[in-house]
């Protein structure tokens, strides 16, 4: 089975700095997405970025980027130029390649993060 | 609808009740989940649907919860005889088709268990 760990419950920023969250997975397969996502005090879980594993490049988002190492099973967030509205928890999740029937997501615990003004 | 909905937002039960909550997916999405998050804690799959089959039911926790999709639309998440550790929030979150799909979520239904 697969595992998703986040090491870091709280982390927090000054407003315009950079961030970075960590998150480390343990898996035995060699294709697989994954995934950063934000989930606010409303609940709904909101896709930040993605990477497909047989990819080589960091997926990046606007202001958003990953730092992918495959073979230490690492995949940080950077967050540049932090705004108010970046302040949520922030999931790793994990999720087999897609086999039509088998694409359900496994979660880390989740890092809260703050910004401060 | 635009988006996936969720009902109630937060429902109240007494220990031992049987409580329904309720998932209503974007129009024509195919996948259907389930997912249980605890207080402080990241979501855990519980059961996945595709059209109106339960094809993966493992991570119910016990045989009190249920859950059913019978037009391949609205899926309804049923716990009998609820317990307290069942408070959690109840994410619904569903993909169009199959494959290298996005999920999008529901705002949950907060449930506690007096």
């Known amino acids: 089975a697969q595992t998703v760990t986040q090491s870091q419950p709280e982390m927090s920023v000054q407003e315009a700095e950079t961030v970075t969250l960590s998150c480390t997975y343990d898996?035995?397969?060699?294709?697989?997405?994954l995934f950063w996502y934000k989930q606010p005090p409303s609940r709904q879980m909101i896709l930040v970025i993605r990477?497909?594993?047989?990819?080589?490049q960091n997926a990046t988002e606007n202001r958003f980027s990953v730092n992918f190492q495959k073979a230490a099973k690492s995949f940080s967030l950077k967050i540049s130029d932090s705004q108010l509205g970046d302040a949520a928890m922030y999931f790793c999740?994990?999720?087999?390649?897609?086999?039509?029937?088998?694409?359900?997501?496994?979660f880390g615990t989740g890092t809260r993060l703050t910004i401060i003004p | 609808g635009a988006g996936v909905s969720q009902s109630p937002r937060y429902k109240v039960a007494k220990r031992g009740q049987d409580v329904a909550l309720r998932c209503d997916p974007i129009s024509g999405h195919v996948s259907l989940f389930w997912y249980q998050q605890a207080l402080g804690q990241g979501p855990e799959f519980l059961t996945y649907?595709?059209?109106?089959?339960?094809?993966?039911k493992s991570g119910l926790p016990s045989d009190r919860f249920f859950a059913e999709r019978p037009e391949g639309s609205v899926s309804t998440l049923k716990i009998q005889r609820t317990q307290q550790e069942d408070s959690a929030v109840y994410l619904c979150a569903t993909i169009r088709g199959l494959g290298n799909q996005p999920q999008h979520f529901g705002d949950g239904t907060r449930l506690s268990i007096l």
């Open positions: 898996t035995s397969e060699s294709d697989y997405y």
């Open positions: 649907f595709q059209n109106e089959a339960q094809l993966d």
């Open positions: 999740a994990y999720r087999t390649f897609p086999n039509f029937g088998n694409e359900k997501l496994t």
């Open positions: 990477q497909e594993a047989y990819k080589q």
